[in-house]
């Protein structure tokens, strides 16, 4: 066979595509990795540089599971929400210790900072149930970052309110 650049330029390609498959299939995250799959719900970047994480509704359904009934500046009466901590889909996705900051961001754009100190083991979650369903980007879903707001003072301040980012697709570790 007559090797021509086109030829070799196909071998390489290949090999870099195995070799990254390879690293991939090792890399321990629960949600798929590369490149997101269409029903992607949420992407989380790991580490400055990392390669992205993707989670599907069964990704964040895999994880433990929290809830709680709160009322919201946002919602009339006293929904029940329900879904992975943000800590624990931070860990799935391998989050470094040495993060100390992380980005989350909505479909719209809206980005804020949290730092990790604010981030406690079972609060806030990550709603993907409300009432126990689904909910739209209409209702402020398909996910929304959210703190039980009835439990105590320190999660009815402005700082919480502005946090609580719903419609969430994006969370970026700085």
Excluded: C
Excluded at 67 to 94: D, K, R
């Amino acid at each position: 066979m007559r090797y021509t650049y086109s030829n070799t330029r196909r071998a390489v390609l290949l090999a870099i595509a195995a070799a990254g498959a390879l690293a991939l299939q090792g890399g321990g995250a629960t949600a798929q990795q590369a490149e997101a799959p269409p029903d992607t719900i949420l992407t989380v970047v790991p580490a400055p540089g990392a390669m992205p994480v993707h989670f599907t509704d069964a990704d964040l359904a895999d994880l433990p599971q929290h809830s709680f009934q709160t009322s919201t500046i946002w919602t009339v009466g006293v929904p029940e929400f329900s879904g992975p901590s943000l800590a624990s889909v931070l860990a799935a996705a391998g989050m470094e210790d040495s993060v100390r900051q992380i980005r989350l961001t909505a479909l719209n754009d809206y980005a804020v900072l949290i730092d990790i100190e604010q981030i406690e083991e079972d609060v806030p979650i990550i709603a993907n149930r409300m009432n126990g369903a689904t909910f739209s980007v209409r209702d402020k879903g398909p996910l929304w970052v959210v703190f039980p707001f009835d439990a105590a003072p320190r999660y009815r301040a402005e700082t919480i309110f502005a946090i609580s980012v719903w419609q969430l697709r994006h969370i970026e570790a700085l």
